[in-house]
Nanobody, 124 residues
Framework: VQLEESGGGSVQAGGSLKLSCVTS????????MAWFRQAPGKEREGIAA???????SYADSVKGRFTISQPIAKKTLTLQMNNLKPEDTAVYYC???????????????????WGQGIQVTVSS
């Protein structure tokens, strides 16, 4: 397992959660990392990405509510989720690539390393 997520759970609408992602490979370096999510019956969606220069990219569905960061550059990843909505309910995945992109992509095709996913449930 290269990446491991934590911090998921259940929360009421309007609440907050913070997801974290750490790598089990101490020699790995991830200049670009991202968060994806997949709701039941829907395709996996790239919601936020960041590169080692702290350039970020957000999906419109989460812009202004979610914040992605790399507390330890190229090693760890977090996603602060505020004002959560029931439609944010999904399994959330951390993803990483050893390749650098000046505009961090949100397409799954760019990422070769994935966590196992963690459930986030938002009730109304």
């Amino acid at each position: 397992v290269q990446l491991e997520e934590s911090g998921g759970g259940s929360v009421q609408a309007g609440g907050s959660l913070k997801l974290s992602c750490v790598t089990s490979n101490l020699t790995a370096s991830w200049p670009v990392m991202a968060w994806f999510r997949q709701a039941p019956g829907k395709e996996r969606e790239g919601i936020a990405a960041i590169n080692s220069w702290k350039t970020t990219s957000y999906a419109d569905s989460v812009k202004g509510r979610f914040t992605i960061s790399q507390p330890i550059a190229k090693k760890t990843l977090t996603l602060q989720m505020n004002n959560l909505k029931p439609e944010d309910t999904a399994v959330y995945y951390c993803a990483a690539t050893p390749d650098y992109y000046s505009h961090p992509p949100r397409s799954a095709n760019y990422y070769g390393y994935w966590g196992q996913g963690i459930q986030v449930t938002v009730s109304s």
